[in-house]
């Protein structure tokens, strides 16, 4: 529902000073901020009502009168239009108000599933607003991007999409990706010293600017415009607008539409050109044949299709996964791969710190989670602890991992919180068991930080009245590698070939029982030394290495089985070490045999690539590429692949997955951008259960399109044939457009809320290639519309026979026949596979509650003096329902017993 655009209510423009050319001190006066502590709650109230929203400019949505009027505009409705002033024309106005009363119902269902659809996906949308890390009452907090204000003070991370625009106040070693505003391919290195006023925007180093990308470093920036006063909202219009385009099922159901209703438009001309030559009434017969097009045309699939993935949407985000794109939910039926990455899918993500091997002996520490109340023991020494101050090199090691860090704990009345990703969180708190903390007057003064591709991060900082020093974590083998020296208990010498022999079999027995290993090092620097990854990460001084617990999540285990069962591979690909990946791999019950490592990939021709992945393996030490590489080898075997991604260079492989799944907690927002689907809890289980609701929704799909096809099937032969033998008109135009809104309305809708079958998960997966009506599902379609359409017919013979020859009871017999046939039918279709006594008859109380509606209005139909005179219908006895009932039982009865034996077949 978009128009034009509409004009903003409040002018977010403070003022429009060349922030780039001041000085950051006078950035913050001008701006009232405090760059320390931030604003307060207060504060940053006032500033969002004075300036408004951080958002660009909305199209404005379609006003919801112009939207229930776009409902009449119709061709069909507008030939039902015609047919209500021709009724009026001859004298017959009741048909005329019956046709108008049926158009203004349809248009208004028509409406309200449409505004409901349009208000789900609006509440979808505002759930993926992006959030910032902003420093607000002297504390780092997460807030939605829409909230941020002029003189915010915002922290920048690698990964973050920057939220407004920005003047920087410090950075280490920070490069943003601005090839989006200023089509710069090459990542910018920024600064925070004052620039020319002239300098051109792509020039400006001291500025982030919104929708920009940081690829690497960090920073601290004051926000200095927001919403349209950015240099984005200046220069673009953008729009997210979640679920417009349509899925491809959409697209095929409408192509079917159109065919389908090409074939009744000739079928309504053929029996109209047929009652003409039978000697019917003209208008009759006019009337006939255009209601007959219309209420066989299923041009309500589209709209029942959204409504239904809109639902089903809804349901996902109940279960924790919030999909960005309608064709997801329909995808998510057909995975057969599910491509998991280790840490905070399958594992908890709460790292603690529990052995640390270090050249002079090993160190065990005690304690879980983010309590810092533990300490140190000596192994096989329990109770016993330990002194860190009798051991410099367990000292050394910890600050290191203090140092080379951007977490943080922080204390309230309920406990500690951590800050930041868990495995720094880790590092943190073994250093606070040893009473260190950073000290306030050391400065860090660059960083070279973590990516996939180096496995390791550098912060050097200049100690108060001591060295300047680079911290550095890592890979086990990428630090070794980069070490010349080893810090064995308090001296420091050169490295042996035994020293990384010995480093080397404790990271792999570590890692071979389950933990994840960071090894860490140091090196004095000389002021002189250029602080860039060449420099400054060699010659570097080996400490030791951290063994930590990543529990796995109690739910995996189950749910992998449960992936199994349903003929999905689950697949780990993971950048941790592949003993550590594999014993991950052996409690979570996931077959895999073999791990193969990055260089192992890189090695790899893509013909020997296909065979690995056909086999019980997984993937460690890889990086975003060889995820690209991975999805690209499965697709090109036929599989429907879904992917976990949580890096900036994650966004590759997450778009080039048929479904790419990012991570909603740990994720970065580049991540999430480019995915399908985000996981608000970051689980793998959640991945299934999105798959499960994804082939629940497919399902429904095709049980209420072979319903409404089967039901229109027999409506058309009921009046075809009987025109073919010359039989009085079997059902009035009215009653056929009466049956469209009883039969399209709320019976197709409840059937779309059909809960998933029992063996939904026990099937394998649909392929996606394969036709919305197969052969299987037309044989259906037309033994089933057959059988209604027939029984119509002989119900409607059999009274006109009858030795009173009541034409308007064989019409009421007729027209309450195929309603109630119909009504019938749809039970067949609550489970194309099993018999109602496996999913429950009362599993589906909204079917329920639409079937005795439907049923009801049809009573009213017979019985109602206004609907009698508005139908023509006439009181029926309790034996003529029975009639009724007992020639529309078969239809039920029988597909029952053949979905009872097909059942009991396959359970063989």
């Known amino acids: 529902m978009k128009g034009r655009p509409s004009t903003p209510a409040l002018d977010p423009v403070p003022s429009r000073p060349l922030w780039h050319a001041m000085g950051i001190g006078d950035v913050a006066s001008a701006l009232a901020a405090d760059l320390a502590r931030g604003l307060t709650e ?83 949308q505002r759930m993926l607003t992006p959030t910032c890390t902003v420093l607000r009452d002297g504390a780092e907090q997460t807030v939605s991007a829409e909230t941020l204000v002029p003189g915010d003070v915002v922290i920048l991370e690698v990964g973050d999409r920057v939220p407004a625009d920005l003047r920087l106040a410090s950075v280490l070693n920070l490069r943003i990706d601005e090839s989006a505003l200023t089509g710069e391919s090459v990542p910018v290195a920024k600064t925070v010293e004052p620039v020319d006023p002239e300098t051109p925007l792509a020039e400006r180093s001291n500025m982030a600017f919104m929708g920009t990308v940081v690829v690497n470093g960090r920073g601290v920036g004051v926000v200095v415009a927001t919403g349209m006063a950015t240099e984005f909202g200046r220069i673009a219009r953008l729009s997210q607008e979640l679920g417009a385009e349509k899925t491809p099922l959409q697209r095929r159901l409408e192509g079917l539409g159109r065919r389908l ?15 003409i030559a039978a000697g019917k009434p003209p208008l009759e017969m006019f009337l006939t044949g255009v209601s007959l097009a219309v209420a066989a045309v299923p041009e309500g699939l589209p709209a029942v299709v959204t409504i239904t993935l809109g639902l089903g949407v809804r349901n996902m985000v109940r279960r924790n996964a919030l999909v960005r794109r309608l064709r997801s ?42 309590d810092p109340a533990g300490h140190f023991e000596e192994p096989g020494a329990p109770g016993h602890r330990l002194d860190p101050r009798r051991r410099p090199d367990l000292v050394a090691l910890l600050e290191t991992g203090l140092y080379c860090n951007h977490a943080s704990l922080r204390r309230d009345e309920h406990g500690w919180h951590p800050i930041g990703d868990p495995t720094e969180v880790a590092l943190v708190v073994a250093a606070y068991k040893a009473w260190l903390r950073r000290d306030d007057d050391d400065e860090a003064i660059a960083e070279i930080s ?5 496995k390791r991060m550098t912060v050097v900082v200049r100690h108060d009245h001591g060295p300047i020093l680079a911290h550095v974590k890592g890979a086990p083998e990428v630090i070794l590698a980069r070490c010349t020296r080893i810090l064995d208990g308090d001296e420091e010498r050169p490295i042996t070939d035994d020293d ?117 393996v997984l993937f460690a030490r890889t990086s975003p590429e060889h995820k690209l590489r991975i999805v690209e080898a499965l697709q090109h075997q036929g599989a429907v692949v879904a992917m976990t991604g949580d890096g900036v260079n994650d966004a590759p492989a997450l778009k080039r997955a048929d479904i790419g799944v990012a991570m909603g907690r740990r994720g970065t927002e580049v991540a999430k951008a480019a995915a399908d689907m985000v996981l608000t809890d970051d689980d793998y289980a959640t991945i299934v259960a999105a798959v499960e609701e994804g082939r629940r929704l497919y399902d429904n799909i095709q049980k209420f399109i072979r319903y409404l096809l089967s039901s229109n099937t027999g409506e058309v032969l009921a009046i075809f044939l009987n025109i073919l033998v010359g039989g009085p008109l079997i059902l009035l135009p009215v009653q056929i457009l009466w049956m469209n809104l009883v039969t399209d309305g709320m019976t197709a809708v409840a059937l779309g809320l059909e809960p998933a079958e029992p063996d939904v998960m026990r099937r394998p997966p649909r392929d996606p290639r394969a036709p919305i009506l197969g052969r299987r599902a037309l044989a259906q379609v037309g033994l089933l519309g057959g059988y209604v359409g027939l029984a119509t017919l002989g119900v409607f013979t059999a009274y006109l026979a009858g030795a009173d020859l009541d034409v308007a009871k064989a019409h009421t017999m007729a027209f309450t026949g195929i309603v109630v046939f119909e009504k019938l039918n749809v039970l067949n279709f609550r489970s194309l596979r099993l018999p109602m006594y496996r999913i429950g008859f009362l599993s589906n109380r909204w079917l329920l509650v639409a079937w005795v509606a439907t049923v009801g209005l049809q009573v009213l139909a017979v019985y109602a003096p206004p609907l009698q005179r508005a139908f023509r219908t006439v009181p029926l006895d309790l034996d003529d329902w029975a009639v009724i009932f007992a020639v529309g039982l078969p239809i039920f009865l029988v597909s029952e017993a053949a979905k009872w034996w097909s059942s009991r077949r396959d359970a063989r």
């Open 42 to 124: 207060a504060e940053a109230a006032e500033r969002l009502g004075r300036y408004g929203p951080n958002r660009l400019e909305e199209v404005a949505a379609e006003p919801w009168w112009r939207a229930l009027l776009r409902q009449f505009v119709d061709p069909l409705v507008g030939i039902l239009v015609v047919a209500a002033v021709i009724s009026i024309g001859v004298g017959n106005a009741v048909d005329a108000l019956v046709i108008v009363a049926i158009v203004i119902l349809n248009g208004v269902l028509g409406f309200a599933q449409e505004y409901r659809a349009e208000k789900a996906l609006e509440a979808l």
């Open 261 to 275: 209703g090409a074939l009744v438009v000739a079928v309504g001309a053929v029996v109209f050109v047929g009652g």
């Open 329 to 370: 939910a329909e995808t998510l039926g057909s995975a057969d791969v599910i491509c998991t990455d280790k840490t905070g899918t399958l594992t908890a993500n709460e790292m603690t710190a529990t052995e640390i091997w270090l050249p002079r002996g090993p160190v065990v520490v005690t304690g879980t989670g983010y």
């Open 500 to 616: 990384r022999v010995r480093a080397t079999r404790a990271f792999e027995e570590l890692a071979r029982r389950g933990l994840r290993t960071l090894a860490l090092a140091r090196r004095r620097l000389d002021p002189a030394t250029p602080v860039d990854e060449e420099h400054v990460e060699e010659d570097l001084t080996f400490l030791g290495i951290v063994g930590m617990i990543d529990p796995p999540r109690p739910e995996v285990r189950p749910a992998i089985e449960v992936a199994e069962g349903a003929g999905i591979r689950t697949l780990m690909i993971t950048g941790d070490a592949a003993e550590t990946a594999l014993a991950v791999a052996r409690q979570i019950g996931l077959h895999a045999e073999r791990a193969v490592v990055g260089t192992d990939l890189d090695a790899m021709s893509d013909d020997e690539l296909a065979e690995a992945v056909r086999g019980p």
């Open 450 to 454: 973590f990516d996939s591709r180096r």
